[in-house]
């Protein structure tokens, strides 16, 4: 099972009783986060959660990174997002999962040198 630490292990343990799987469901993240039923309503979910009328007001520089892997937010929503954005920069990675947590040894540094540069160092 993977570790999930907190209030998640409770509801891992659960699930790994009910179905005797050892590991979290690929779609885990997207149920929970949303506090959905399932997959579907998860989806579903996630069509309504948008920036529509806000991204133009933003006028402070914005780093969107995106996994273009994600299941739950479509690549085009983060490419929506830059191009909506005066001051966007958008970094896309094409193994990345939702909140590129699979790659983060890729997008952190980036993040930290993006922040820096923003700052002034």
Known sequence: ???LGGP????AAVIAAETHEHRR??????????????????????QTL???????????PMLVIHGAKDRLFPPAQAERIARETR?????MYPD?????????????????????????D
Not at 8 to 11: E, G, R
Not at 28 to 46: C, G, L, M, Q, V
Request: aromatic share 8%; net charge negative; charged share 20%.
């Open 96 to 120: 990345g999962n939702h909140v590129c947590n699979n790659i983060a040894y890729k997008y952190r540094p980036l993040m930290a040198d993006w922040l820096a540069e923003q700052l002034g």
């Open 87 to 91: 001051n966007a920069t958008l970094v």
């Open 50 to 60: 948008n920036l529509e009328g806000v991204l133009g007001h933003v006028t402070q």
């Open 8 to 11: 998640h292990a409770v509801d």
């Open 25 to 46: 469901p690929d779609h885990w993240d997207s149920i929970f986060y949303t506090k959905s039923a399932n997959e579907s309503e998860a989806r579903a979910r996630a």
């Open 1 to 3: 099972m993977h570790e």
